[in-house]
């Protein structure tokens, strides 16, 4: 079974750079293999839900020991979003 999970790209987490622009989906395997990856935006959400994929919003941010007070308001704006 295919999973999505979208994260942060690795570059993100290394500089600690986390914004919508950074955001990508993963599609990930039973054993946690990445098989595609693809950009995350409203269309690419849309296609996976059309076909049944699960979707798990998993943004790392677990790399950087503080987070800009910017982030929270952009989690806000993707809770939202995905809630709404």
Known sequence: MIIAVVD???E?????CFDETTLKIYLKDEKGNI??????NKFNVEKLKKEEIPIIYR??????????????????????EILG
């Open 8 to 10: 942060f790209t690795p």
């Open 12 to 16: 993100a987490k290394r500089y600690c």
């Open 35 to 40: 098989v595609d990856e693809m950009d995350f």
């Open 59 to 80: 943004m790392d941010t677990s790399s950087c020991e503080r987070l800009p007070r910017k982030m929270f308001i952009l989690g806000r704006l993707f809770a939202g």
